[in-house]
């Protein structure tokens, strides 16, 4: 993501936030001239993600503001730490405030909830990945986050990968001809993947031309049986109802990859802040 395009983003933000009236209340109660100096800082522990992204709607709102990161994305901070700082108009700071704080908060809930399961999978071979059930308008930014917490990306959209779902085998016919058919259309530079939920369509999709097979929702046992007839003739990816409790008993059945929707559509916010210093 170029910074013009993360500045698209952030600039809407702020336009839902602001209007053209601007901050009102700070507007009335603030002097113009005042000045101030705020810590970003760490409520809860967690995976930073989002920290230059947060301050950077401060210099949008006014580019007199200096501000400065104290962490990188990817670090994991207990609660209390300082995650940054912004110094100068204090009508500014207020004004970027919650949206800086917005940003942080979720990013850093999906590196927090990422990280989580890379810890789990550890000494696995596993990797954690994201699904496509992201925020609209935000996926580059919560796949960015997913790169933080240690994570690595799925597809980014429907246009750079092909992934056959069960409607999709269902409008075909079977496992076996949708990805002849995919495999025909995109060639050999675009990865292909079927998702198949009976260990029965395994032969189907690895002679067809798949390259990755999605195991959805089987249970560690049919997992493992299917990663042993597959025999790293295709890459496996197993998905559906991975939880923190589960995630490593998925992981030891050899898999190589376990995508999981929910560290980007339901991954708790990070608890964050700003702090004026006195």
């Known amino acids: 993501m170029t910074s013009e395009e993360s500045d698209r983003?952030?600039?809407a933000a702020l336009e839902e936030d602001l209007a053209e009236a601007g901050d009102i209340t700070s507007q009335a109660t603030v002097e113009a001239e005042a000045v101030a100096s705020a810590i970003v800082v760490a409520r809860s522990p967690g995976c930073i993600a989002g920290i230059d992204l947060a301050l950077r709607v401060f210099q949008i709102v006014d580019d007199g503001l200096a501000i400065?990161?104290?962490?990188d994305d990817g670090a994991v901070v207990p609660a209390g730490a300082r995650l940054g700082r912004v110094t100068g108009r204090a009508r500014s700071l207020l004004a970027a405030e919650r949206v800086a704080l917005n940003f942080l908060a979720h990013l850093s809930g999906v590196a927090t909830a990422t990280r989580a399961l890379v810890d789990r999978v550890e000494g696995t071979g596993a990797t954690i990945m994201e699904t496509r059930?992201?925020?609209?308008?935000?996926r580059v930014l919560e796949k960015m986050a997913v790169r933080a917490g240690g994570g690595r990306n799925h597809r980014l959209g429907l246009f750079d990968a092909v992934l056959i779902k069960d409607n999709h085998i269902a409008a075909v016919g079977s496992v076996g001809e949708a990805v002849r058919k995919a495999r025909?259309?995109?060639?050999d530079d675009i990865r292909?993947?079927?998702?198949?939920?009976r260990i029965d369509q395994l032969e189907d999709a690895i002679t067809a031309g798949a390259d990755i097979v999605m195991l959805d929702n089987m249970a560690p046992d049919e997992l493992r049986a299917a990663v042993q007839l597959i025999d790293g003739r295709c890459l496996t990816e197993a998905s559906g109802r991975i939880t923190l409790e589960t995630v490593r008993a998925v992981a030891e059945t050899g898999v190589d990859m376990i995508s999981v929707g929910w560290i980007t559509h339901s991954a708790p916010a990070l608890d964050v802040a700003l702090d004026f210093e006195a």
């Open 9 to 11: 983003i952030l600039r």
């Open 68 to 71: 400065e990161a104290s962490v």
């Open 184 to 187: 025909a259309h995109v060639g």
């Open 133 to 138: 059930k992201t925020t609209p308008g935000l």
């Open 192 to 197: 292909v993947e079927v998702e198949i939920d």
